[in-house]
């Protein structure tokens, strides 16, 4: 059984490297707050934010918007209150919905707010901006995102054609409070923009069971991460099965044991997807009476997910263009 053990802890050392097994461990602590959800701290930013983000691109797609809104303040009165976005999500609709919930009774100053950045150059970087503030009724977000870097150019086009430009004057000028990213192709294209000399608040990719054996970023991605104080932000941690979002019934791994799994790598939120009262208040539930698995427990499920997992059949949007935003593939001359 000791061996078993040490094998084990032999596993997760070597995703993350020896060095930095003690800061795993602290960051991997969440704050307890009473009758809200567990927090922790979004990378040097000294924010404290909810474990669970709310998805923007699930609540664009519920098809109540009255009822999206009254989800919206569930989440927050529940303790929920780190809000994802993006400026291409439903065309918009997205930040229209989710400007409409948080316009209402205070709410917005409840919220930690995370939008993201379609373009790569200067003048659509600050248009994009403009247009996210707008929809959203607000005067600045929390964390500002270049998203969907998943072509190997994109790094490289941030920074020549004037996106980061862009995104600095906007923090300066307090529209934005912190600068990030996200991704969900290739951890080589996250670690090329983490080696880009900024110091961004916030990463974000795919955490979950099937990545830590296919293009890993919780292997490649998240000890860099650590090791620069930049914010883990998990997506996608029901092991991107196809239809979108689904678990690989395969496996036999339940869904509270993938979001389980997600937190209890030192991710500083996980963003999820809910479409339904229903949905929230489960995952509300998993995020309340959630306790980190042992290292035991994280190898048993990784092994679980082998034989589903190393070939990249359910993780299509690494492995394919299938996920990749219309508005991206336009940016790079592919086919909408």
């Given amino acids: 059984m000791s061996s078993q053990k040490d094998s084990r802890r032999i596993f997760f050392k070597g995703m993350f490297g020896s060095a930095m097994a003690a ?36 609540i664009g797609a519920v098809e109540n918007k009255d009822e ?16 994802d976005n993006a400026w291409d999500y439903h065309d918009g609709g997205s930040e229209e919905i989710m400007g409409r919930a948080l316009a209402q009774e205070g709410k917005r100053d409840k919220v930690f707010l995370m939008t993201k950045n379609c373009e790569r150059d200067y003048e659509g970087s600050k248009r994009c901006l403009d247009e996210s503030l707008k929809r959203l009724k607000t005067d600045r977000i929390d964390l500002w995102q270049f998203h969907e870097m998943v072509y190997d150019s994109d790094p490289d086009w941030v920074f020549e054609k004037g996106g980061m430009k862009a995104a600095l004057e906007a923090q300066k000028a307090g529209k934005v ?10 951890p080589r294209i996250h670690l090329k923009m983490l080696n880009k000399g900024y110091d961004w608040a916030g990463a974000q990719m795919p955490i979950n069971v099937m990545d830590a054996h296919y293009r890993s970023f919780q292997k490649e991605v998240v000890p860099v991460c650590l090791a620069r104080d930049v914010g883990v932000i998990g997506m996608k941690s029901l092991g991107g099965g196809s239809p979108r979002g689904k678990i690989p019934t395969e496996t036999d791994i339940s869904h509270e044991q993938c979001r389980r799994y997600a937190l209890s790598l030192p991710v500083s939120t996980l963003v999820v997807g809910i479409l339904s009262m229903e949905e929230l208040q489960a995952e509300i539930e998993i995020a309340r009476n959630f306790k980190p698995m042992s290292d035991g427990q994280k190898a048993a ?14 993780e299509l ?10 508005h991206h593939r336009k940016q790079h001359g592919f086919a909408v």
């Fill in 23 to 58: 800061a795993l461990a602290q960051r991997a602590v969440a704050q307890q707050n009473e009758g809200g959800l567990p927090t922790r701290r979004l990378g040097r930013t000294d924010e404290q934010v909810s474990i669970l983000c709310l998805g923007g691109w699930h």
């Fill in 68 to 83: 999206a809104v009254r989800i919206m303040h569930a989440a927050i009165d529940a303790g929920l209150t780190f809000f």
């Fill in 177 to 186: 409070r912190y600068i990030g990213f996200t991704g969900h192709k290739d």
């Fill in 301 to 314: 499920v990784v092994a679980q997910a082998a034989a589903e997992g190393g070939d990249g059949r359910h």
């Fill in 317 to 326: 949007f690494k492995s394919t263009q299938r996920f990749d935003g219309p």
